[in-house]
């Protein structure tokens, strides 16, 4: 499966952004697939994921401000982000992998296909 993420920018403090990720060559239902972030100087980190059979996990650090969705018509992943805070400024990239354990759904390691990334960037 091949990913490309869309949607990124520079937003103020309390603004919202929806990042999408439109994947091609596989339907991303017979993934388990997320979003992920690396700010200049941390680790990656997971911040949403669905897995095959629909279950999500969403980090604590975002949990009520962002959401993910899909839209399996069009093949592609969403994460709709409000209340951004500058702490959220990152590089944000989308992920799948066939087969993801529950317990790592938001843990980088686990995923086998990413795309190229899309910068939000949020200023106080």
């Known amino acids: 499966v091949q990913l490309v993420e869309s949607g990124g920018g520079s937003v103020q403090s309390g603004g919202s952004l929806r990042l999408s990720c439109a994947a091609s060559g596989s339907p991303l239902s017979r993934y388990s697939r997320g979003w992920f972030r690396q700010a200049p100087g941390k680790e990656r980190e997971g911040v949403a994921a669905?897995?095959?059979?629909?279950?999500?996990s969403v980090a604590d650090s975002v949990k009520g401000r962002f959401t993910i969705s899909q839209d399996n018509a069009k093949n592609t992943l969403y994460l709709q982000m409000n209340s951004l805070k500058p702490e959220d400024t990152a590089m944000y990239y989308c992920?799948?992998?066939?087969?993801?354990?529950?317990?790592?759904?938001?843990?980088?390691?686990?995923?086998?296909?990413w795309g190229q990334g899309t910068q939000v960037t949020v200023s106080s």
């Open positions: 669905i897995n095959s059979s629909g279950s999500t």
């Open positions: 992920a799948a992998v066939v087969g993801a354990k529950w317990w790592s759904l938001l843990a980088p390691s686990a995923y086998d296909y």
